[in-house]
Every structure is written in C-alpha cells, then in structure tokens.
C-alpha cells in the first residue's frame, strides 16, 4: 500500500463510463466491467465510482449494475450518485460498497452525513464538494452535475461536512476536469488548512508530477484522477492504464 493512495475515478452515464471536461462535452470511454477487470489486473488502491446524471435525473443508484461491478472488483470501492437517503446506503454497503460518497444530498440535507455516520461509522462516509470559479464570486460548490451554484465557500462547506461527522473529502474543481492541466493547488490547500480529515484532490491530473505538487504543495491525502488513467497521446485516444507502481511511488516518495 503506498503512503498516499492513488485513487481511478469512473463516472457512469447510463450504464457507460464517459470522460468529461469541465463538466461538459461527454465522451465514452467504455464498459465500467471491462475497466474495473484492467484496475484490478494493476492492484490500484481503490475505486470511486460516481454516476454523473443520478442527482440530475432525480434517480436512485443503479443497483444492478452496482451489483455487476462489486462481484468484479477486488480493490476497495466507494459509490456516489443519487444516494439520499440510509435506505440507498445500507443497500450499497451490502452490495459490497467499502465507501459512499455524497454530493448534491450532502448540501441540500446536511443531517443525512450525521445520520449516516451516526449508523455506518465515519469511516464509511465521503462528501464530494465540486467546485468552480465565478466571476466576482471567487470559488463556490456546485451541485447536480456542478450545474447549480450555490452561495458557499469550498472551505465553509467542507467544515461543516467534517462537523457533521464525514471521514474523507474529495475536492473537486469543475475548471481543472478533464484538462489533464494540473491540480487547483490553492483550492486544495485552503480546503486541507481548514479540517483534520484526509482529503483527495480531483479535477486535473495530467501526469505524476501533478501527483507529487498535490501532495507536496497542497498537503492532501490521496489523489484521484479520470482522464490520466484513461486518454493517451495528445489525440487523447481512449486506452485505460496507470503507470507502473514503482514510477507512482517514486514519484510520490
């Protein structure tokens, strides 16, 4: 296990993966059981799975196809999207979810972190904050795809979550997503001065030394990327990979 957790993040559309950029512009980049049979095969430290439209569409989980990925994926593996209410959680860690992560339910109803807490444990409970800049408003959460802005802080939102009682947060930025152009450093530093608990940073990984300033400038726990682990070539031609374990943690050493 490396010291920090390097973390493949999928995002479902239906029931395809797709790569995004900056939120928009949808590719399909292929069957989530194919790449989760590939990232088993490089032993990654866990998955996060988020489908990108549940909060939108005003769905559920798709429990069937949560099921299909959980019977064959052998790392640790955390689900987001649609998730609001204990019902859909309890389910969930039956399927065999490790972790739950929450989005648009954690802003909109607060008390279901502390509840989920309450009866799953912290440990068990990620909040997502995605984050963009407005101009004349500097950096606000977004919710429902990062389509609704709202009027708080990534720092104000991510010390509440961590009052309520949320073990991780995954620090998003909607500018940086699919840009393969480096990490919000400043972002993901305000959020990692301002709590106690692990952060991931998201939104931007291009190569290993967008790792390394992330952990080494930032201070974060875990990184986390899409695009890297699944475009290559400045065509941006679908290919999922990870680089080799030995370059990560020379990289991150």
């Given at each position: 296990m490396?010291?920090?957790?390097?973390?493949?993040?999928?995002?479902?559309?239906?029931?395809g993966?797709?790569?995004?950029?900056?939120?928009?512009?949808?590719?399909?980049?292929?069957?989530?059981?194919?790449?989760?049979?590939i990232?088993?095969?490089?032993?990654?430290?866990?998955?996060?799975?988020l489908?990108?439209?549940?909060?939108?569409?005003?769905?559920?989980?798709?429990?069937?196809?949560i099921?299909?990925?959980?019977?064959?994926?052998?790392?640790?593996?955390?689900?987001?999207?649609?998730?609001?209410?204990?019902?859909?959680?309890?389910?969930?860690?039956?399927l065999?979810?490790?972790?739950?992560?929450?989005?648009?339910?954690?802003i909109?109803?607060?008390?279901?972190?502390s509840?989920?807490?309450?009866?799953?444990?912290?440990?068990?409970?990620?909040?997502?904050?995605?984050?963009?800049?407005?101009?004349?408003?500097?950096?606000?959460?977004?919710?429902?795809g990062?389509?609704?802005?709202?009027?708080?802080?990534?720092?104000?939102?991510?010390?509440?979550?961590?009052?309520?009682?949320?073990?991780?947060?995954?620090?998003?930025?909607?500018?940086?997503?699919?840009?393969?152009?480096?990490?919000?450093?400043?972002?993901?530093?305000?959020?990692?001065d301002?709590?106690?608990?692990?952060?991931?940073?998201?939104g931007?990984?291009?190569?290993?030394?967008?790792?390394?300033?992330?952990?080494?400038?930032?201070?974060?726990?875990?990184?986390?990327?899409?695009?890297?682990?699944?475009?290559q070539?400045?065509?941006?031609?679908?290919l999922i990979?990870?680089?080799?374990?030995?370059?990560?943690?020379?990289?991150?050493?």
């Open positions: 490396l010291r920090t957790r390097v973390i493949p993040v999928l995002l479902l559309r239906g029931s993966l797709y790569k995004s950029l900056r939120f928009k512009k949808p590719k399909y980049v292929g069957d989530p059981l194919v790449a989760l049979k990232f088993n095969e490089k032993e990654v430290d866990e998955i996060v799975v489908d990108t439209l549940a909060s939108i569409e005003k769905r559920g989980p798709n429990f069937d196809l099921e299909d990925m959980a019977s064959e994926c052998f790392m640790p593996l955390a689900y987001g999207g649609g998730i609001t209410n204990l019902d859909d959680m309890r389910r969930l860690f039956y065999g979810m490790e972790k739950v992560v929450l989005n648009t339910s954690a909109l109803d607060p008390k279901l972190i509840d989920a807490v309450n009866e799953f444990g912290s440990q068990s409970i990620v909040v997502c904050i995605d984050v963009a800049n407005k101009f004349m408003r500097g950096k606000v959460v977004c919710i429902e990062g389509r609704r802005p709202m009027k708080k802080s990534p720092v104000e939102v991510a010390r509440r979550v961590e009052e309520l009682g949320a073990g991780e947060l995954i620090i998003n930025s909607i500018d940086r997503d699919g840009t393969m152009s480096g990490y919000d450093l400043q972002l993901l530093k305000s959020v990692v301002s709590v106690d608990v692990p952060v991931v940073s998201l931007g990984a291009g190569n290993l030394s967008h790792f390394r300033d992330a952990v080494n400038v930032s201070g974060v726990s875990a990184v986390a990327a899409g695009s890297m682990f699944v475009f070539g400045p065509h941006r031609a679908v990979n990870m680089p080799e374990r030995e370059l990560i943690e020379q990289a991150l050493s």
